[in-house]
């Protein structure tokens, strides 16, 4: 029994929208019709776009890449972890998608969840039911739900995966946290500032006008980015938008450019080990998941590959899975590059000689998680005073800019 999402006609004349399952398009007409409903369109739940790939712009999110129109990352959340829950509670895996898609109030995941419950009840595999939604369920999800089922672990596999989502959307939300003051401030601020650029400022100047006497440097070049500001504005804003705009297509279009950006950002001081923590981390986590799913490593990297952003750290884990593929140790492959943090590069070689890789990489991805997580509140607090002080000292030079031809004014007269 397939899922069908339908438009419909009700008595009243009015536009219906909802889900039903049926065996045919038809059966699923004939059921709206025994409603009192009569049928505009009627078409099966499904996501795959014809190639059989995602369609949209991908973006990242937390540990998985999805694309286009997906799941959010609370969604996801909570629909891995009430199937987990109920599944291992002893209830049939299709009863138990009945009633996450029963429980849940987003119209999107009862479509979801109805859907991929008809193809387990047509004798799909769960990790085949998830192919056919891949915005929804990424590669990195897919890929270890089907090494649940293949090791009869998939009670075990849908609990981890609820977890590591749970924590990527908290990480995710105390970042947020932490940057809401510091943005808050950063545009208030400026507003501040602009107000004072393009009407204080000129209504000050209006005072020293019919004064033929040369003003105080300071003043002159105040009046003059006032000046610019007030007739230029449009231009300023506009021209920040292509900026962006511009800056961001050549980014996705052009791989040389992108790889030289990225290989500037890990030089960068700070920003340089923020990006190689929350890239290292993620790839952990990934070859964590997958190899304690018993993924082999080979194709545990290979999907690990698409978590991690950084063109240098991706092509580095490409060279150092070929080392791997020639009989070379995961640790010491991964210290060839010199991109990944020495305590991550110990634990992988720890864990292979000790028999405990899987452990090992899980320790490693907490690491640089909590490293990651630390580094950024500490960037946060940072920018409070140093914003404050920035912005006081622009301020103060507004001030100044105004007052010293007032304290020069009897000179000015003269």
Do not use: C
Not at 158 to 166: N, P, S
């Amino acid at each position: 029994m397939a899922a069908f999402e339908y438009t419909a006609l009700n008595a009243k004349g009015k536009n219906e929208k909802g889900l039903i399952e049926a065996e045919t398009p038809r059966q699923a007409r004939a059921l709206l019709r025994e409603r009192g409903l009569m049928a505009t369109e009627v078409k099966e739940v499904a996501e795959r776009s014809r190639a059989g790939t995602p369609s949209g712009a991908v973006r990242s999110d937390g540990l998985f890449k999805r694309s286009g129109s997906s799941l959010s990352s609370a969604e996801l959340a909570l629909f891995t972890r009430q199937l987990a829950t109920l599944f291992r509670s002893g209830l049939p895996l299709d009863e138990a998608l009945t009633v996450v898609a029963q429980q849940s109030e987003s119209a999107k995941v009862q479509r979801i969840t109805l859907g991929i419950r008809s193809r387990v009840t047509e004798g799909d595999s769960l990790a085949s039911a998830l192919e056919q939604f891949p915005n929804a369920f990424p590669i990195l999800f897919r890929s270890t739900v089907e090494a649940g089922e293949q090791a009869g672990k998939l009670d075990h596999v849908l609990e981890r995966l609820a977890d590591y989502v749970e924590r990527s959307q908290e990480m995710a939300a105390k970042v947020t946290q932490a940057a809401i003051y510091p943005i808050i401030m950063l545009v208030v601020a400026t507003g501040v500032v602009m107000g004072m650029m393009t009407y204080v400022v000129p209504q000050v100047v209006e005072v020293f006008e019919g004064i033929n006497a040369e003003l105080p440097l300071l003043t002159r070049g105040m009046i003059g980015l006032s000046d610019f500001l007030r007739k230029a504005w449009p231009l300023i804003i506009f021209g920040g938008i292509a900026g962006v705009w511009l800056f961001r297509r050549r980014l996705s279009n052009n791989e040389a450019f992108r790889r030289s950006w990225h290989q500037r950002q890990l030089k960068w001081p700070v920003i340089g080990r923020l990006v190689r923590g929350a890239n290292t981390g993620r790839f952990m986590r990934t070859l964590g998941i997958l190899f304690g799913s018993g993924v082999p490593i080979l194709e545990a990297m290979r999907i690990g590959t698409q978590v991690v952003e950084n063109l240098p750290m991706r092509e580095a884990i490409e060279d150092a899975a070929k080392r791997v593929r020639e009989g070379a140790g995961l640790g010491r492959s991964l210290a060839a590059s010199k991109l990944f943090p020495p305590i991550v590069v110990h634990l992988v070689s720890s864990g292979e000689s000790s028999g405990r890789l899987g452990e090992m990489l899980e320790r490693a991805a907490d690491n640089q998680e909590k490293e990651v997580e630390l580094r950024i509140g500490v960037l946060m607090k940072l920018m409070e005073p140093v914003m404050t002080v920035v912005m006081g000292g622009i301020v103060l030079m507004i001030v100044l800019a105004i007052l010293l031809p007032i304290f020069d004014l009897n000179t000015l007269v003269k």
